[in-house]
């Protein structure tokens, strides 16, 4: 305790009923004010935190706390970088800025033009946060750092971030405008939290496809701006092929695989399971696929697989899955990256080592904190398209005919026939499946649907209103009985998009205790983003939601007045 009392800090010992009982002189200066219990130093103090935060005549402190054999040991250390107006949060934000299409500009520009529009770019970020009195700083090719006092944060938004504009209009002989992506991180007890919050909002803006600004206010609130623009698309194969290894490598290690979906799996859910037991089953281990619900959308696929030796016993349900998972099983999470939307969340808290891999615009539900390898590619069409890709890349497998063709199947769905959401490397992997033996034929009567199924649709589409000038809107009735009305309303959306003049469709249906959205847009309203407004989310062109709590007719009107809020923001 000697060593204790004469550090250059105050300093005080606590009993167990935490009593003051000793203290050194830097604290004893303090005691001018009577200062009787340590409640009267730091608000709502407790002994199991080991840093807490306290205001003394003006002055910000980190409290720090160690027990010791008879009670407590608490130093105060002075911290500059707390905001006096409001304990626990910096006077400051952080942010990371980076042009994220930076390497396909290059290949697209003259290389004596390059050095220059880089130049140029560099200028005006510097200039864009040195007029607002803040620090900015590049760190690696096209990428900065900067921060701004926080109360600069109001302007920020009144100037709409009109850094990306300015960015965007910069041509130099560039096929493509260079955008950017932003992460400002705020509202932390230390700049550093700050700067911890600023990469975890640029992953989030990275993982939503990039061209767009997300703040983290705090531990758990976020605001986004932009993401307007279509995702990047990658094609650099190294990245599969890193991933390919990875996964390999976690399989080689584990004692048997799990792998799980959605709920309500879709053909892409089901067909990159399929790939994913493939690949486990090459490496000779046991593998399961957790599915509740055979919906009608894999009913055709789910039949086949089953009727192969392959996938004997190969499907368990979420109880099987719970009773069976063991410390070195590998848990396989694929076509979703939020827990609550899994098959089975529970195997989420007690699975040791999982994988992700999705397509979806990251949200800020994101499972990926917890995972050993994630596969995240806003680009891509699909999860089937991604699982793909790593099977290209995996020397000497071969897939049965019905996992091909559930591949194919996957990402033919999610790009509604090869419509929406293709790049280089969709193409790329269906081209690898129809070579390694899918019958396109076949592929296509899975997804055959029932005749009640086809009236039912029609019925939607002929009952949809016209909203917005270039909106339509419609419900599927109540009282329609069917065996996946989430599917349903899906794929109304899609036929409500082949109508004149119609840019985004949105379909409603009552689902249990929630109204069910599916939204889907040609490109120019961002669909995403109304339905993010909605707590839903998905991809620009497809999303969707749910509205707990309401009827149809009041869910029809907030979603209204959504459409109406985003078309003024716009």
Do not use: C, W
């Given at each position: 305790m000697k060593d204790l009392v004469s550090i250059p800090f105050p300093y005080i010992r606590l009993d167990k009923n935490l009593n003051i009982v000793d203290f050194n002189n830097i604290y004893e200066s303090w005691n001018k004010n009577n200062i009787k219990t340590i409640y009267d130093l730091v608000d709502g103090f407790d002994e199991k935190k080991s840093k807490q935060f306290a205001l003394i005549e003006n002055i910000c402190y980190d409290v720090y706390t160690t027990s010791v054999e008879d009670g407590f040991d608490v130093i105060f250390i002075e911290n500059p970088y707390l905001n006096k107006e409001g304990l626990g949060a910096s006077n400051i934000l952080a942010g990371i800025l980076i042009v994220d299409n930076i390497a396909e500009i290059q290949e697209t520009m003259d290389e004596i033009r390059f050095p220059h529009f880089n130049a140029i770019i560099e200028r005006k970020i510097n200039e864009y946060f040195n007029n607002m009195g803040g620090l900015v700083t590049k760190f690696d090719n096209s990428k900065y750092i900067f921060i701004l006092n926080k109360n600069k944060f109001n302007l920020l938004k009144e100037d709409k971030f009109s850094i990306v504009e300015q960015i965007g209009n910069v041509e130099m002989g560039n096929d493509v405008p260079a955008t950017l992506s932003i992460g400002i991180g705020m509202n932390g007890c230390t700049v550093n939290e700050d700067m911890v919050f600023a990469r975890g909002a640029l992953d989030l803006?990275?993982?939503?496809?990039?061209?767009?600004?997300?703040?983290?206010?705090?531990?758990?609130?976020?605001?986004?701006?932009?993401?307007?623009?279509?995702?990047?698309?990658?094609?650099?194969?190294?990245?599969?092929?890193?991933?390919?290894?990875?996964?390999?490598?976690?399989?080689?290690?584990?004692?048997?695989?799990?792998?799980?979906?959605?709920?309500?799996?879709?053909?892409?859910?089901?067909?990159?399971?399929?790939?994913?037991y493939a690949i486990a089953k090459f490496y000779d281990k046991k593998c399961k696929i957790v599915l509740n619900n055979i919906t009608s959308s894999i009913s055709a696929l789910y039949e086949r697989l089953c009727d192969t030796d392959r996938y004997e016993n190969a499907f368990i349900s979420s109880s099987e899955a719970l009773s069976t998972i063991k410390r070195g099983t590998l848990l396989v999470v694929v076509d979703t990256h939020?827990?609550?939307?899994?098959e089975c969340p529970e195997l989420l808290k007690v699975a040791k080592t999982i994988v992700l891999i999705d397509h979806h615009r990251m949200s800020t539900e994101a499972i990926d904190e917890k995972c050993a390898l994630v596969y995240h590619e806003s680009y891509a069409s699909s999860a089937s398209e991604l699982v793909t890709e790593m099977i290209m890349h995996i020397k000497g497998i071969r897939l049965i005919k019905t996992e091909i063709e559930g591949l194919l199947a996957g990402i033919t769905v999610d790009t509604k026939n090869f419509a929406f959401k293709t790049g280089i490397k969709t193409f790329e992997a269906a081209a690898y499946l129809k070579k390694n033996g899918a019958d396109t034929m076949s592929v296509r009567r899975l997804f055959k649907n029932s005749f009640d199924e086809y009236l039912v649709r029609s019925e939607i589409v002929r009952n949809s209103e016209l909203i917005f000038d270039n909106m339509a809107i419609s419900v599927m009735n109540e009282n329609v009985k069917v065996d996946n009305p989430i599917l349903l309303i899906a794929q109304s959306a899609d036929e409500l998009l082949n109508l004149n003049d119609i840019e985004a469709s949105f379909v409603l249906c009552k689902y249990g205790d929630k109204v069910c959205v599916s939204a889907r847009s040609l490109g120019k309203i961002n669909v995403q983003k109304l339905m993010e407004m909605l707590g839903g989310g998905g991809h620009q062109t497809g999303a969707a939601a749910q509205i707990k709590g309401v009827c149809i007719d009041e869910a029809i009107e907030i979603l209204k007045q959504k459409i109406k809020e985003y078309l003024e923001e716009e």
């Open positions: 803006a990275l993982g939503r496809g990039g061209n767009q600004i997300v703040i983290k206010e705090g531990e758990d609130k976020y605001a986004f701006f932009g993401g307007d623009g279509r995702e990047i698309s990658k094609n650099s194969r190294v990245r599969a092929r890193v991933k390919a290894s990875g996964l390999v490598e976690l399989i080689m290690s584990s004692s048997d695989v799990i792998v799980m979906g959605h709920k309500d799996p879709d053909l892409d859910s089901l067909g990159s399971a399929s790939g994913i939020r827990e609550f939307l899994t």
